[in-house]
């Protein structure tokens, strides 16, 4: 089984910036995508951004411009820089990844999630 571990959340005022990194460990697996979704009190489960292992990228409309999702497929890592972040950042930010084991089994797998919030 593939555990994600995140890192990187944190407080910070409106405007500053923050990076979260995302792990992938275990054995026999391959990725295929991975990404970060995120929750706020209250809200649903959204997409922030994700990337593919071949470096193709899908950003929510309310990031783009800001955030920037990039991956190490060497390490099974992925990172999400997030510059001019606003208070409506503020959430649970979960690691994704889209995984296929040996064998051929194709699973996600969702990290614990790291909190991120922005404010004065």
């Known amino acids: 089984q593939v555990q994600l571990v995140e890192s990187g959340g944190g407080l910070v005022q409106p405007g500053g910036s923050l990076r979260l990194s995302c792990a992938a460990s275990?054995?026999?697996?391959?990725?295929?995508?991975m990404g970060w979704y995120r929750q706020a009190p209250g809200k649903e489960l959204e997409l922030v951004a994700s990337?593919?292992?071949?470096?193709?990228?899908v950003y929510a409309d309310s990031v783009k411009g800001r955030f920037t999702i990039s991956s190490d497929n060497a390490k099974n890592t992925v990172y999400l820089q997030m510059n001019s972040l606003k208070p409506e950042d503020t959430a649970l930010y979960h690691c994704n990844a889209d995984i296929v084991y040996v064998g051929g089994r194709r699973a996600p797998s969702w990290g614990q999630g790291t909190q991120v919030t922005v404010s004065s």
């Open positions: 275990g054995s026999s697996f391959f990725v295929i995508t």
């Open positions: 990337a593919t292992r071949g470096g193709n990228t």
